[in-house]
């Protein structure tokens, strides 16, 4: 009796975690003019000049191409970007990206080869609220 409880309420939680691990895919090839919004994760290897929101993670592929706003938890980026970036855990640059523009982020990694051009406030605080001193940086490569 109490067994089928547990049950229905394991099944429940992977049912609420399975609705936000969507994985949405914008193609090479593909142009997108506007405003795009998921719950779920967003792979980009088009085109995208707009706004584009994400409760999960974005992934900018070696041949994707962004220009805008990206506003999301978690980022990989591989490709070109030209946009305001507000990340509330981390964004990765890979070896090939090249971003242009301004960052806000909790936690920044940046690999030997990629390219940021622009400014970048990282802020510690867990809500994602303005810090007591934030950090500025500026770093060209």
Known sequence: MFGNKKKTK???AKHNESEHTSV???????TIKGEVKSSG?????????GQVYSKGKIIV???????????CQNADFSGNIKAKVEVSELLSLKGTS??????????????PGARFTGTCTMDKSPEGGEAA?????????
């Open 10 to 12: 394991e099944k429940m």
């Open 98 to 111: 090249r971003l242009q523009g301004e960052i806000v982020t909790n936690k920044l990694a940046i690999e």
């Open 61 to 71: 592929g070696n041949t994707g191409v962004v220009e805008g706003e990206i506003y």
């Open 41 to 49: 994760d967003i792979r980009i290897d088009g085109t995208l000049t």
């Open 133 to 141: 001193k934030p950090k500025q940086e500026t770093v060209k490569k």
């Open 24 to 30: 949405n895919l914008i193609g090479s090839g593909t």
